[in-house]
């Protein structure tokens, strides 16, 4: 899938593109099919809310489950990426954010580079979010809050901050969050399951928690351009990958040949 000139220029003033159905109802049932058995299994990837069984976010389902691997070489995931970056890229990091009805917490204000730059020595912010919406976005559910044109700025000075959820975080200071919203204002892209948001690895975002009875699944694919692959590997592997191999893409339809639920194979 090619960006048009437009939506690349958009992308490089703005720090995202909202792609509003990318994928279909069908293909995304696909995906959506495949979830609870993810979340239901007890492995170090499957992470929970604290306090809750709920799941905050599923690492790596691309290396066990047929259909996000599927997903992690989709065209239309990975062509723009691609196209954005100037070359090939390999998939940094993978996971599925569950944000469950009443119980999805908050992502508190960062910069994903922030956290790859700090903790995996990604040399530059050579990387983005391709994110798929599995569950409609509305604003009952925990939207991702964007602050446009933050990705201009490098990287902000953050805390790590390991109280606030179950998952550590570099985290910006209300301040600054204020100063820049000032400047670049707040979006909150909403759209249907099927909807394609992507954006800059250096744009602030948060999200709020979810007390609406809406779950709001969004599968994350991080791409990061190939020459530009993490130089330290504290993390986990499935947290930050190691295999810095540049993604292959497969077919436009790929998703079309796995049995959507209740109908066979074809
Ligand atoms: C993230 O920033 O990595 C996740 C935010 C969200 O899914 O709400
Ligand atoms: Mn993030």
């Known amino acids: 899938m090619n960006l048009t000139k437009k939506q690349v220029r958009d992308f490089e003033d703005e720090g995202y593109l909202f792609i509003p159905g990318a994928f279909t109802n069908e293909e995304v049932a696909v995906l ?6 993810i979340f239901a299994q007890e492995r170090p990837e499957v992470w929970r809310e604290k306090g809750t069984q709920s ?11 047929e259909a996000f691997r599927l997903l992690a070489r989709h065209p239309r ?21 569950g944000k469950a009805a009443f119980d999805g917490d908050v992502w508190q204000w960062h910069q994903d580079y922030g956290t790859w730059a700090r903790d995996d020595l990604m040399p530059e912010p050579r990387a983005m979010n391709v994110a798929l919406f599995l569950d409609d976005v509305t604003e009952f559910n925990g939207a991702l809050m964007l602050i446009p044109k933050s990705h201009r700025r490098g990287v902000l000075e953050a805390g790590h901050d390991l109280a606030t959820t179950s998952y550590p975080l570099w985290t910006l200071d209300t301040a600054e969050i204020a100063r820049l919203v000032d400047e ?56 930050a990958h190691r295999d810095f191999t540049p993604v292959e893409c497969l077919a436009d339809d790929c998703l079309a040949d796995l049995a959507p639920p209740g109908r066979p194979a074809a």
């Open 32 to 37: 959506n099919a495949e979830v609870p058995g």
């Open 55 to 65: 799941v905050r976010t599923a690492f790596a389902a691309h290396t066990y489950n």
């Open 77 to 97: 995931l990975i062509e723009p990426a691609m196209q954005l970056l100037g070359g090939p890229v390999y998939v940094h990091q993978f996971k599925i954010n």
């Open 184 to 239: 670049g204002g707040l979006v909150a892209p909403k759209g249907a399951a099927g909807s394609m948001l992507i954006f800059h690895c250096n744009l602030v975002h948060a999200s709020p928690g979810n007390i609406s009875p809406f779950s709001r699944t969004i599968v994350y694919v991080s791409a990061c351009h190939v020459d530009n692959h993490i130089r330290r590997f504290e993390r986990d592997e499935w947290i």
